[in-house]
């Protein structure tokens, strides 16, 4: 039987717990520290054991998956490098710069461990384990056989290079978080001029599609995960200033995303306008 330790129980995590269900998972998360936290609730549902440290949870496995935020993806990989056996797979999913990544092999490979970069190119749901992923590294093409075998159907072998996944993947979130962010920003202002509707209506002029619906969803990720989004964003800002372009629209966007993550509660208003004006009583 496959074991598999999961390092980061968030939204990504737990549904990879909940898709593997079946095998032996264990798993570790900072927030385990907190017995009261809502991952160390959440864990209670979940068929997986906890445990205390990273090098505990990673003894024994045979895939090792990093869902941690984009900042510690580094620091993971060098925590669970004492405990992995050799030639187990370790799939980083985090949303980190090429250089990062680049570390987070160094720490694995040494370790005697297989590094593989996966870049989620959608969210995780709804399609869950078949959410494209392009793997990276000179183990990918081995990895996607591997992985087929436990579920994961979005797996494509795209780089043999570490970093050239990860420049894919957070290129595209300038554009998708920076979309979010100027939905944002443009529905707070038109919404002080009671113009939010008409400016809907006009975006699908030029970029075809339903702004009403698209809108709100938008705006509520960035209230729900602002903060994540805002980390991913200056990850993106490195990958762009790495590429010698200096990073204006990354490092205004990782700021909004940021100031929208201090009105999560916002959130909770399905609709546009409620949204809006829950968020804009703090201006």
């Not at 490098?81 to 990062?100: Q, T």
């Not at 306008?273 to 009583?281: E, N, Q, R, V």
């Amino acid at each position: 039987m496959t074991r598999v330790a999961l390092i980061g129980l968030g939204e990504v995590g737990t549904v990879i717990a909940e898709e593997l269900r079946g095998l032996a998972i264990s798993a570790w998360d900072v927030a385990f520290d907190d017995p009261h936290s809502a991952v160390s609730r959440r864990v209670e549902t979940l068929d997986v054991a906890a445990c205390s440290n990273t090098v505990d949870a990673v003894r024994g496995a045979d895939l090792v998956i990093s869902a941690v935020t984009a900042a510690n993806a580094v620091s993971a990989a060098v925590a669970a490098a004492p405990g992995i056996e050799e030639s187990a797979w370790f799939l980083d999913l985090n949303s980190s710069s090429p250089e990062r990544k680049e570390s987070a092999a160094i720490a694995i490979e040494q370790a005697g461990g297989r590094y593989v970069e996966a870049a989620v190119m959608s969210p995780i749901e709804p399609k869950r384990l078949a959410a494209p992923m392009l793997l990276g590294g000179p183990h990918a093409a081995v990895f996607a056989e591997f992985a087929a075998e436990l579920g994961f159907t979005g797996l494509e072998p795209y780089a043999e290079t570490i970093g050239v996944a990860a420049a894919t993947k957070l290129c595209r979130s300038v554009v998708i978080k920076g979309l979010e962010a100027l939905l944002t920003e443009s529905m707070l202002a038109a919404r002080s001029w009671g113009v939010e509707d008409r400016v809907l209506d006009s975006l699908s002029n030029v970029l075809p599609g339903d702004w009403h619906a698209l809108a709100p969803y938008m705006i509520s990720r960035s209230l729900e995960h602002g903060t994540r989004r805002a980390e991913e964003m200056r990850e993106a800002a490195m990958t762009v200033s790495g590429a010698g372009v200096t990073p204006t629209m990354s490092d205004a966007v990782a700021l909004r995303q940021e100031w929208s993550a201090q009105h999560h509660k916002a959130a909770a208003a399905a609709a546009l306008g409620p949204m809006l004006d829950a968020m804009g009583k703090d201006l």
